[in-house]
């Protein structure tokens, strides 16, 4: 299987990687290619690139879409997700319709739930503007071509996104203990599996990436806490502006099936810290 991946940074550079893994040729497209990991094909180019058509490989059977916004405002995701999406549908080597495009979307899509359980048949209903542009994206995909994967990913967390942890460590991060506040993610190693599984399946339709156990900001930080040494998070502000909350689940995962290597945040925490232990040591 020949394999564009539109934005190979960090995550699309995995997801190469596990399908290079299985026996698929894979182009990485990318401003700075240099950073491409082999034996992924390097692709140096923007999407607003005027001589792009001339850059995409023939006989193309997948694409990947999986940009960064460069800055997180509305301008920079519309550039991003919208535009950048819609210059790639224009071009002529990707107009087969028999072509399989995997759109990486987030589960911002959804908005706030007040807590309740969300999963692939709950109506997408953004509140800020990074869902809007998102749902805006995944509908201009959808509505022009037939073979399609919505891959909604929750927070993505692993070995370079350590977000939460540095925020503990500096004592900054602030939590619901009143009134549990849900996350959800899933692991970078389990994003990159789920993406390259989702393409050699050819599988489409909305797949909610999210790991086994949706957990409040107060549990995981206590837990968090307790395996770093470090003091109980402090209590957030009650009268602070709400933050959207949602407990997110996937009911494709197990059809499809796919197994995660870490199901919750303590295997995939664990798994980070006891990394960071072994550098330092």
């Known amino acids: 299987m020949r394999v564009l991946i539109a934005g190979c940074g960090r995550l ?119 869902g809007h542009v998102l749902l805006e994206a995944e509908s201009l995909l959808a509505s022009r071509r037939s073979s399609v994967c919505l891959l909604r990913l929750a927070g993505i967390y692993g070995p370079g996104r350590l977000h939460l942890i540095s925020q503990l460590r500096l004592g900054a991060l602030r939590v619901s203990r009143q009134h549990p506040h849900w996350g959800n993610r899933i692991h970078s190693d389990d994003a990159a599996r789920l993406i390259s599984q989702l393409v050699r399946n050819r599988t489409d339709g909305v797949v909610n990436g999210v790991d086994s156990c949706s957990a409040s900001d107060a549990e995981t930080a206590d837990w968090l806490c307790a395996r770093m040494n470090l003091p109980p998070a402090l209590d957030r502000d009650q009268a602070a502006a709400p933050r959207a909350n949602k407990r997110i689940r996937s009911t494709r995962l197990p059809r499809l099936p796919f197994y995660h290597r870490y199901a919750d945040y303590r295997a995939g925490y664990s798994a980070v810290l006891d990394t960071e232990l072994e550098q330092n040591s």
């Not at 190469?16 to 990485?28: D, K, N, Y």
């Not at 819609?86 to 911002?108: G, Y």
């Open 12 to 130: 699309g550079g995995a997801a190469g990687l596990a399908l290079a893994r299985a026996g698929c040729e894979v182009f990485g497209l990318r401003r700075r290619s240099g950073a491409i990991p082999k034996p992924i094909h390097p692709i140096s180019a923007d999407l607003a690139d005027p001589d792009l058509g001339s850059k995409i490989p023939e006989h193309v059977q997948t694409v990947v879409y999986a940009l960064t916004p460069a800055s997180r405002d509305e301008a920079s995701y519309r550039a991003s997700y919208v535009d950048g999406l819609r210059r790639l549908l224009t071009l002529p080597a990707l107009a087969d319709p028999s072509i399989h495009w995997l759109f990486v979307s987030s589960t911002a899509v959804y908005g706030n739930a007040d807590g309740d359980w969300v999963d692939e048949q709950t109506p997408a209903r953004p509140e800020r503007f990074n």
